[in-house]
């Protein structure tokens, strides 16, 4: 008696087996996640059952190792091309479905812009020096984007901030005032420029380190 209620009770247990490795894992998609601390867009992948590839091209992320705390996430359904949330009013969220990359527009709704490409995105001058008064700053602007306007952020020795330019997007220099009465005493300086679309800044070109030109006006 025993071994039969062994024998039936296996049976029941490989019959469970078998038919939950049968049954598809049904993904979750067309909702929406927000982004949780030590997330990353690998393990909200797995969590819904759908690619990282396609959550990122549903939502217009060009690099898949940046989203942040409280980003609203589009998770996508299979054989959906392309889509991603905009805001139309405080409460109320449309979606916009791209079918063969042509955009169904919904009027009263801002389309969002294609990724940044940052390849070229670099300051190109002074890389040797500046003089203590008007500085002209000039950089190569990223290959493709919509970029609503440039920073310009100039540091002293200690790494403190000591000027910063704002620039509109469309123009690759600015000028600024680096004499002694303005960004204080000292040399040795840096400067960088960084890019900004709508969302927040988007490149940051390398960091440029360089002296100051002497004046008796300094002191010893």
Same mark, same amino acid.
């Given at each position: 008696m025993r071994n039969m209620i062994r024998i039936l009770t296996l049976t029941l247990v490989l019959a469970s087996l078998l038919a939950w490795g049968t049954t598809p894992v049904q993904a979750q998609c067309g909702v929406y996640h927000t982004v949780q601390a030590g997330q990353n867009l690998f393990r909200i992948s797995l969590h819904y059952g759908v690619s990282m590839n396609a959550i990122a091209a549903a939502n217009g992320i060009a690099d898949v190792r940046r989203i942040y705390v409280g980003q609203q $996430?589009? $998770? +996508?359904? @299979?054989? &959906?091309?392309?889509?991603?949330? #905009?805001?139309? %009013? *405080?409460? =109320? =969220?449309?979606?916009?479905?791209?079918?063969?990359?042509?955009?169904?527009?919904? &009027?009263?709704?801002?389309? +969002? @812009? *294609? +990724?940044?490409?940052? =390849?070229?995105?670099? *300051?190109?001058s002074p890389l040797d020096g500046f003089p203590n008064g008007e500085t002209t700053f000039y950089w190569d602007a990223p290959r493709s984007g919509d970029i609503t306007h440039y920073q310009v952020y100039v540091l002293n020795e200690n790494g403190q901030l000591v000027s910063g330019l704002d620039v509109p997007g469309g123009i690759t220099k600015t000028r600024g005032n680096m004499e002694l009465a303005v960004i204080g005493r000292g040399i040795n300086f840096s400067w960088y420029v960084v890019a900004l679309d709508d969302?927040? &800044?988007?490149? !940051?070109?390398?960091? #440029?380190?360089? !002296? !100051? &030109?002497? %004046?008796?006006?300094m002191g010893s």
């Open positions: $996430i589009y $998770i +996508p359904c @299979a054989g &959906e091309t392309g889509v991603s949330s #905009v805001v139309v %009013s *405080a409460t =109320t =969220t449309v979606t916009l479905t791209t079918v063969n990359t042509v955009v169904v527009p919904v &009027e009263g709704v801002v389309v +969002p @812009a *294609a +990724p940044v490409d940052c =390849t070229g995105f670099r *300051a190109t969302s927040g &800044e988007v490149c !940051r070109s390398q960091t #440029v380190r360089l !002296r !100051r &030109e002497w %004046s008796d006006s």
